[in-house]
């Protein structure tokens, strides 16, 4: 955490809700805003250029660069939830529900509850 972080604020929040704050503002002076303008499909088209840059950078080795491509990929997330509606709390409480559960043990529980998929 930064020093500006607490824990009802986070950096992510912080992002969120100025991400959030660009709907309706002018896409020539913001960014999100213009993103926001081109709609639905081209925020996920985005993230997905996004995520495949911080891959290669992972695959290259380049922590650096897989640093600013992870902060590019967030953003972009952030723009992706805010156009969905979707509030960073709502993702969180799933994270926090799923604390302490492995991921092995739940795919198992999985295959029983849902044929297997
Ligand atoms: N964190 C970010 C952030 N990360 C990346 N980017 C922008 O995301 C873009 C990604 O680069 P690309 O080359 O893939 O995009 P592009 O070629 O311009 O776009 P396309 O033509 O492909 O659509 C760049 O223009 C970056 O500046 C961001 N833009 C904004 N923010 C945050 O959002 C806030 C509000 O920004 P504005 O909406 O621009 O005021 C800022 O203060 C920042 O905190």
Same mark, same amino acid.
């Given at each position: 955490m930064s020093?500006?972080?607490?824990?009802?604020?986070?950096?992510?929040?912080r992002l969120y809700e100025t991400v959030?704050?660009?709907?309706?503002?002018?896409p020539a002076t913001s960014y999100t805003a213009k993103l926001f303008s081109r709609g639905t499909a081209k925020i996920?088209?985005?993230?997905?250029?996004?995520a495949v840059e911080a891959v290669i950078e992972a695959m290259r080795g380049d922590k650096r660069k897989l640093s600013e491509e992870s902060?590019?990929?967030?953003?972009?997330?952030?723009? /992706?939830? &805010?156009?969905a509606g !979707?509030?960073?709390?709502?993702?969180?409480?799933? /994270?926090? &529900?799923?604390?302490? !559960?492995?991921g092995i043990a739940e795919k198992e529980?999985?295959?029983?509850?849902?044929?297997g998929n």
């Open positions: 020093g500006d972080d607490t824990a009802d604020s986070t950096v992510l929040d959030d704050s660009r709907r309706g503002q002018d996920a088209q985005k993230l997905g250029e996004e902060a590019d990929l967030l953003y972009h997330l952030m723009v /992706l939830w &805010a156009d !979707i509030k960073p709390a709502e993702v969180y409480a799933i /994270l926090a &529900a799923r604390e302490g !559960i492995s529980q999985r295959k029983h509850t849902s044929g």
